[in-house]
């Protein structure tokens, strides 16, 4: 059993920035992809930023230029640094880790909320 434990939510004002950790019980040896989900108040899940094992990075268009993303292997950390926050960036951000062997885990949770 993989276990997540992330970091760093809380309360920004619209411009700031917060920090996001996610660490995993897990080699990196044994990730592919480490990534951040971002679940708004009635919505669905939806993918904010991916990193593979090569150091690949993908990103969602709403937040490209402001949010980056990335792991240290020797600590089985993955983070999210987002600037310019928005409002509409309130929610909450889940960490997803997926194992060549074992399949995808998922953090519980830390909620963001930016203030306008």
């Known amino acids: 059993q993989v276990q997540l434990v992330e970091s760093g939510g809380g309360l920004a004002q619209a411009g700031g920035s917060l920090r996001l950790s996610c660490a995993a019980s897990?080699?990196?040896?044994?990730?592919?992809?480490m990534g951040w989900y971002h679940q708004a108040p009635g919505e669905q899940r939806e993918l904010v930023a991916r990193i593979t094992s090569g150091g690949t990075k993908t990103y969602a268009d709403s937040v490209l230029g402001r949010f980056t993303i990335s792991r240290d292997n020797a600590k089985n950390t993955v983070y999210l640094q987002m600037n310019s926050l928005k409002p509409e960036d309130t929610g909450v951000y889940h960490c997803m880790v997926n194992t060549w062997a074992l399949g995808d885990y998922w953090g519980q949770g830390t909620q963001v909320t930016v203030s306008p």
């Open positions: 897990i080699s990196s040896f044994n990730t592919n992809a």
